[in-house]
């Protein structure tokens, strides 16, 4: 293959980490945990985590799948894999404002979000997971199952975005109706957001 068309490939390749990553050495990479918390000087498969370039993928054993944003070592979840976050995607965000618990929100921009709401703020991205203050980060689900013991919706019905970004399984009459999922019984919901209809 000529070099310039090898080049091509170098650079539009995924590079994806993991604790099985063999290393120049041929011992493995070794490291399982969140990458933002590697530290180049315990070994070198931190080391590697810490110093790849801005676009690397690093997937922990339980599922969990990140991508690095920044350097030196800012990475960012894309998708959780555990057990209670199974079948759903998600992304990290800042909040533009306090927002309570199990709240739909709405992207303000491509980093931040604030509570959507039917009448003044219909478009939803996803639900918040956590509770957080204005400029912390926080998880939002954009798709898939919740599961929160304060759940107690009837299975298949679907739920809507209520006021302040609350949910609610009662059609709208006013505002605007957007449809974000369904209900699964007492504990979870499914999360499948849909486009906003003006009542």
């Known amino acids: 293959m ?27 990479l070794g ?8 530290d180049p000087d315990n070994s070198d498969g931190e080391f590697l985590i810490f110093n790849c370039p801005m676009g690397t993928w690093f997937q922990q054993s339980n599922g969990d799948l990140w991508y690095k944003q920044q350097s030196p070592n800012q990475w960012t979840i894309t998708a959780s894999g555990t057990v209670d976050n199974a079948a759903r995607l ?43 203050l204005t400029g912390e980060e926080r998880l939002l689900i954009t798709y898939g199952i919740v599961f929160n013991g304060g759940f ?17 399984d009662d059609f709208p009459t006013s505002g605007n109706l957007t449809v974000i999922g369904r209900g699964l019984g007492l504990g979870a919901i499914f999360v499948d957001i849909q486009p906003t209809e003006e009542l």
Do not use: C
């Open 2 to 28: 000529p070099a310039a068309n090898l080049q091509f490939e170098m650079e539009r390749r995924v590079i994806l980490f993991s604790k099985n990553t063999t290393l120049p050495d041929l011992n493995l």
């Open 31 to 38: 490291y399982d945990g969140n990458p933002n918390n590697a």
């Open 90 to 132: 998600s992304l990290t965000k800042e909040l533009a404002e306090d927002i309570e618990q199990y709240r739909m929100v709405s992207l303000t921009d491509a980093n931040s979000v604030v509570k959507a709401d039917k009448d003044t703020l219909p478009e939803v991205d996803g639900i918040l997971i956590e509770a957080g």
């Open 152 to 168: 107690d919706y009837p299975v298949r019905k679907k739920l809507y975005l209520g006021n302040d970004g609350t949910i609610t």
